[in-house]
């Protein structure tokens, strides 16, 4: 079996539960939302990944495209006009190349992190269940996590695959107003409840403290108590901006306050 991967990196965790704890990162491509509305008041949406793709001759991998000011901060991992850069692998080669990533630190060390786009979607989630089916013997990791928008639900066959070797966890980050995507399409609450009873979390990009009603009215009809706020930004300077106000909101509403490491350390750049 075949899936496009965008990415495949060991860094640092840098969100959530298990922030600063080393992972490696596989990014699938393909994602059902498109979080144009970041960075920009609430009704605009970004148009900087098409104005990108204008260019793209400009680029030849995935690591040479810029990263975006506005909307989604993993476009690669989802424009068309970028799948080109996130080559189709089989089971073997990816297990492979994660090993490969991890340079000779032990895989029980590290957490293994699947990202995207989504890597919820049907087709990646019959790829990694086939995946853990061939090489469960190499991937016995720490932790196995999910980096989920919460709108796919994980198949029982992809849970139990898993549960075999590793713990499972699932990061869920439902999108707000402010990512531009409608909420009849972000919000799914029967799908929310599927993942509530796994291990699991939520977390929330926060643009502002009007954001906190929205998630309330979420986070009451879901089983699911821990609960992270995170500042919207992809790239340093506006992530900075953010951060202080997003620590106040997060005091004054007894939320957690997820820091996004990666922004602080690296700059938010590809591989990181």
Same mark, same amino acid.
């Given at each position: 079996?075949l899936?496009?991967?965008?990415?495949?990196?060991?860094?640092?965790?840098?969100?959530?539960?298990?922030?600063?704890?080393?992972?490696?990162?596989?990014?699938?491509?393909?994602?059902?939302?498109?979080?144009?509305?970041?960075?920009?008041?609430?009704?605009?949406?970004?148009?900087?990944?098409?104005?990108?793709?204008?260019?793209?001759?400009?680029?030849?991998?995935?690591?040479?495209?810029?990263?975006?000011?506005?909307?989604? +901060? /993993? $476009?690669?991992?989802?424009?068309? !006009?970028?799948? *080109?850069?996130?080559? &189709?692998?089989?089971?073997?080669?990816?297990?492979?190349?994660?090993?490969?990533?991890?340079?000779?630190?032990?895989?029980?060390?590290?957490?293994?992190?699947?990202?995207?786009?989504?890597?919820?979607?049907?087709?990646?989630?019959?790829?990694?269940?086939?995946?853990?089916?061939?090489?469960?013997?190499?991937?016995?990791?720490?932790?196995?996590?999910?980096?989920?928008?919460?709108?796919?639900?994980?198949?029982?066959?992809?849970?139990?695959?898993?549960?075999?070797?590793n713990?499972?966890?699932?990061?869920i980050?439902?999108?707000?107003?402010?990512?531009?995507?409608?909420?009849?399409?972000?919000?799914?609450?029967?799908?929310?409840?599927?993942?509530?009873?796994? +291990? /699991? $979390?939520?977390?929330?990009?926060? !643009?502002?403290? *009007?954001?906190?009603? &929205?998630?309330?009215n979420i986070?009451?009809?879901?089983?699911?108590?821990?609960?992270?706020?995170?500042?919207?930004?992809?790239?340093?300077?506006?992530?900075?901006?953010?951060?202080?106000?997003?620590?106040?909101?997060?005091?004054?509403?007894?939320?957690?306050?997820?820091?996004?490491?990666?922004?602080?350390?690296?700059?938010?750049t590809?591989?990181?």
């Amino acid at each position: 079996m075949l899936s496009r991967v965008s990415e495949v990196f060991y860094s640092l965790q840098g969100e959530g539960r298990r922030v600063g704890h080393p992972s490696v990162f596989v990014r699938f491509f393909g994602c059902n939302f498109r979080c144009p509305g970041f960075g920009l008041p609430l009704g605009q949406e970004s148009t900087e990944p098409d104005e990108i793709a204008k260019n793209k001759d400009k680029y030849h991998s995935y690591s040479e495209l810029p990263l975006a000011k506005t909307g989604c +901060d /993993s $476009y690669p991992s989802w424009h068309p !006009s970028f799948k *080109e850069f996130s080559p &189709e692998v089989d089971e073997d080669q990816l297990v492979m190349t994660i090993l490969d990533t991890l340079n000779g630190v032990k895989t029980e060390n590290v957490d293994l992190v699947f990202t995207g786009g989504e890597p919820l979607l049907p087709r990646t989630q019959k790829f990694i269940v086939s995946l853990f089916q061939k090489h469960s013997d190499k991937l016995k990791f720490n932790l196995v996590s999910f980096e989920t928008n919460g709108s796919q639900s994980p198949s029982k066959e992809l849970i139990d695959e898993i549960q075999k070797t590793n713990k499972l966890l699932f990061s869920i980050s439902p999108k707000l107003r402010c990512s531009g995507v409608p909420r009849d399409k972000a919000i799914k609450l029967s799908v929310l409840e599927e993942l509530s009873k796994n +291990d /699991s $979390y939520l977390k929330f990009v926060v !643009s502002n403290i *009007e954001d906190l009603d &929205e998630i309330n009215n979420i986070i009451k009809d879901v089983d699911i108590k821990e609960v992270y706020i995170m500042p919207e930004g992809g790239i340093e300077d506006r992530y900075n901006s953010n951060l202080r106000k997003t620590a106040l909101i997060a005091l004054a509403k007894g939320f957690i306050l997820s820091p996004r490491l990666h922004v602080t350390i690296f700059g938010n750049t590809w591989g990181t």
